[in-house]
């Protein structure tokens, strides 16, 4: 079974800081990886993914992140923060070829951008 | 009505009552999924349906039953839950569960209280 861990419960940033969340997960297969974003009172979406090709991939408002996989990791990275970034950040993985699309999720980190 | 809606937004309900939780989908797609949020805990997958067929069942109590009748569409019943069951329970939905890494649309969710 897989499992996915993120360390960073609660992050605060100041605005212009840059922001690295860990993401680790568990599972010996090949693994799709995702980062989902809630904004406040919005609905989970989409930040990015990772399913093969080049491991650091770039997602939507400057976000990015990087497959290690020797260790096990997809952190997300931003270089500097703003007050929007405020949300709740969410990893998830999915073992490659698993039938129904099976996602496991990480307990998500909340982070605070102060102004 | 565009994404992923899901009614009512909040529920209250007694250990003996019936109810039901609603999904729809207005983008084309063909998996529809439950998940259940619960305060510290990480985001759990319940149920997936692929064409109307349910894939997996992930140990879920009987006292949850879904009900697909359409790929637009998915219910989940209640009946005779526990405090423990009260959570934010999310909807959402993918092309399909064929491809692992496709993505899932969420829907706002419904806060669902136990007394």
């Known amino acids: 079974a897989q499992s996915v861990s993120q360390h960073n419960h609660h992050v605060i940033l100041s605005e212009a800081a840059s922001l690295e969340l860990g993401c680790n997960y568990s599972y010996g297969g090949t693994v799709n990886l995702f980062w989902y974003v809630q904004y406040p009172g919005q609905h989970l979406q989409l930040l990015l993914k990772?399913?093969?090709?080049?491991?650091l991939v770039k997602g939507i408002k400057g976000f990015e992140a990087e497959f290690i996989k020797s260790k096990f990791s997809f952190n997300l990275r931003k270089p500097s923060v703003q007050w929007s970034d405020t949300a709740e950040y969410f990893c998830?993985?999915?073992?490659?070829?698993?039938?129904?699309?099976?996602?496991?999720f990480g307990g998500g980190t909340r982070l605070m951008v102060k102004p | 009505e565009t994404g992923v809606t899901q009614t009512p937004r909040h529920l209250v309900m007694g250990m003996t009552n019936k109810k039901s939780l609603k999904c729809e989908q207005h983008?084309?797609?063909?998996?529809m999924y439950w998940y259940k949020q619960s305060a510290k805990k990480p985001l759990e997958l319940m149920f997936v349906?692929?064409?109307?067929?349910?894939?997996e069942n992930n140990s879920v109590p009987s006292r949850f039953s879904p009900e697909c009748p359409n790929s637009s569409h998915l219910f989940l019943h209640l009946h005779t839950l526990q405090p423990e069951d009260s959570a934010l329970y999310l909807c959402?939905?993918?092309?399909?569960?064929?491809?692992?890494?496709?993505?899932?649309?969420f829907g706002p969710g419904t806060r669902l209280t136990v007394l």
């Open positions: 959402a939905s993918s092309q399909d569960t064929q491809v692992s890494y496709n993505e899932q649309f």
């Open positions: 349906y692929s064409l109307e067929e349910r894939v």
């Open positions: 990772y399913f093969s090709g080049d491991p």
């Open positions: 983008l084309g797609h063909n998996a």
């Open positions: 998830a993985v999915n073992a490659q070829g698993n039938a129904g699309n099976m996602l496991t």
